[in-house]
DNA sequence: TAAATTTTGTACCACTCGGTACGAATCTAA
DNA sequence: TTAGATTCGTACCGAGTGGTACAAAATTTA
């Protein structure tokens, strides 16, 4: 199924796929956080070696990395997609109803990856920390801009303020995280999830 | 200042005291959680050294165990203090404001110890984990229990549902913990909780 | 004083951690 | 066939982990 580029690499070629390995290390992080994750567990779950981790993917943090683009890119891709909503209203319910479904997904661990990596980090890996810190900001300037421009647009009352609306919705997002770790079903996450969107505009 | 009790125990008296020796124990686990936490983390914050640590207080979960109990009769007090408030609004605000006061308190981290504790745990330490979904579980079932009496004093409308509205003052608690510990201050939470209340009855 | 009891500090245990050195194996290019 | 390049597997590194054995020290009871 792979197109063949120009020149095949020389050496020996690899014996493993670089993007399933990639998935297989996803779940091991995403199942222990950061922290719970030892190099064992990832070369036993990706099918590869030590050294070959290393020369693949760098060491841990460098893998973890890697490992958070390729959950934004699939499993936390509903966030880009509720941004792209015509109206706020339709882009916090798809905001919360794709969150409700990936925590509440049986076959992914229920917790959200950003919000359980790392919290419980000790200082020694505060650059982790940071890193999860700087992405989930991220993506509440994403949501804000959006509901900034759902004001302009008359979408949102006058006196709605983007900013304290995104910080209450990601708030929410992360106690729905909190809430499936500990156990919750689906149908009570999306009990929750209509009773926050009560505290919403109109 | 102690009242020394009928009988001296026999033996080699304490060197330490047990009660001061917890609360620096606390503030360790606060700190960098229950993984993040080493025993020579521990017994150099304590200033005790290793046997004395086992014989006082046991292995490191059950060291953890009473630390928690600590943390419930004291930072956390508040949760209790809110429950015996007149009407239902008024315990959710309170729950809400005692949670903002404690997670943006200069002198403790900005952070939930239940929360932040052990949501990144391998499956090793299942049993903490378990031990802190327990004690959450818990306090939301005492703010349902709260609730339900609201209800019947018709402090809450007929149609209110208590465990639902429980959840989502459990949930948006978990979220400002998780706010708080990604650098939000206290009037960025102060606003949160202001936006979560619109949800609430009436 | 002497025995009994408890705590203290040192020094250690087996184990796991993240990370790497190195030679054998497998490929391309000449 | 040979030389060069790259990966693979084994075997290892020092450091840190949670936990403990043991003898010296400090106290009460007899």
Redesign the pocket.
Known sequence: MKVKKS??????????DVDEALDRALQVFWRKGYQG?????LTRAMG?????L???FG???SLFRKVLDRYADGPAAYVREALNKPTARAVVERLLGGAIDLLSDPRTPQGCLTVQGALSCGEAIDAVRQELNTRRAAGEAAIRERFERAKAEGDLPKDANPGDLARYVATVMHGLSVQAAGGASRAELRRIARTALRAWPQ
Chains 1, 2 share one sequence.
């Open positions: 020149i095949a690499p020389m050496g020996r070629p690899r014996a493993f994750t030892s190099l064992s567990d590869i070696n030590r050294p070959s290393y020369a693949a060491d841990k943090q």
